[in-house]
Antibody, heavy 120, light 111 residues
Framework: EVQLVESGGGFVQPGGSLRLSCAASGFTVSSNYMNWVRQAPGKGLEWVAVIYRGGSTYYADSVKGRFTISRDNSKNTLYLQMNTLRPEDTAVYFC??????????????WGQGTLVTVSS | QSALTQPASVSGSPGQSITISCTGSSSDIGRYNFVSWYQHPPGKAPKLIIFAVSNRPSGVSNRFSASKSGNTASLTISGLQADDQADYYCSSYTSSSSYVLFGGGTKLTVL
């Protein structure tokens, strides 16, 4: 059974930083495409970032230059380093995996999410 | 980039069928067959129910079906059940700056 478990969310002031983690089991992070997707309060889903099997990374314009997606293959864990946080980054952040390691553009597995609140 | 356009809410009685539309543009739905649908019960993880326009993952009920015409995709749920009540999101690959674009979500109420 595939499990993706996010952690690291919390309360942070504007301009601050936070690192989210997504521990995977039953699914190899390094062999598949891994994403972060977020949902602001009362809003819809928004794709944030992807890391390809080969290590290439891509970001939504709204977070480019501030967020960094990475992985630790030995820990089978995905990360999202979030810097220069803004109130509009307040959201539940989901880790989502695309199985198959190719351009499928759909998310087969999801975690339960971790809440990030940016406020003064 | 603007999200794909979905109705904010739909409703139906048990046993009935409902259809949720998802309208995009020639840069996403109209050009690519990478349309997906997700079921998202409040407080839970989203679940993939349709990928590549009309394909169901293993284990997803055949009461869920989907199609695409031009710039609009549609999800139909037949034989509505109480546990179908959730938010539903469409998504599509886009050739503009984003990797994947989501719809704004549709809240399904089973009366």
């Amino acid at each position: 059974e595939v499990q993706l478990v996010e952690s690291g969310g919390g309360f942070v002031q504007p301009g601050g930083s936070l690192r989210l983690s997504c521990a995977a089991s039953g699914f190899t992070v390094s062999s598949n495409y891994m994403n972060w997707v977020r949902q602001a309060p009362g809003k819809g889903l928004e794709w944030v970032a992807v890391i390809y099997r080969g290590g290439s990374t891509y970001y939504a314009d709204s977070v480019k230059g501030r967020f960094t997606i990475s992985r630790d293959n030995s820990k089978n864990t995905l990360y999202l380093q979030m810097n220069t946080l803004r109130p509009e980054d307040t959201a539940v952040y989901f880790c989502a995996g695309e199985k198959g390691g190719y351009d499928s553009y759909h998310f087969d597995y999801w975690g339960q999410g971790t809440l990030v609140t940016v406020s003064s | 980039q603007s999200a794909l356009t979905q109705p904010a809410s739909v409703s139906g009685s048990p046993g009935q069928s409902i259809t949720i539309s998802c309208t995009g543009s020639s840069s996403d739905i109209g050009r690519y067959n990478f349309v997906s649908w997700y079921q998202h019960p409040p407080g839970k993880a989203p679940k993939l129910i349709i990928f590549a326009v009309s394909n169901r993952p293993s284990g997803v009920s055949n009461r869920f079906s989907a199609s695409k015409s031009g710039n609009t995709a549609s999800l139909t749920i037949s034989g509505l059940q109480a546990d179908d009540q959730a938010d539903y999101y469409c998504s599509s690959y886009t050739s503009s700056s984003s990797y994947v674009l989501f719809g704004g979500g549709t809240k399904l109420t089973v009366l």
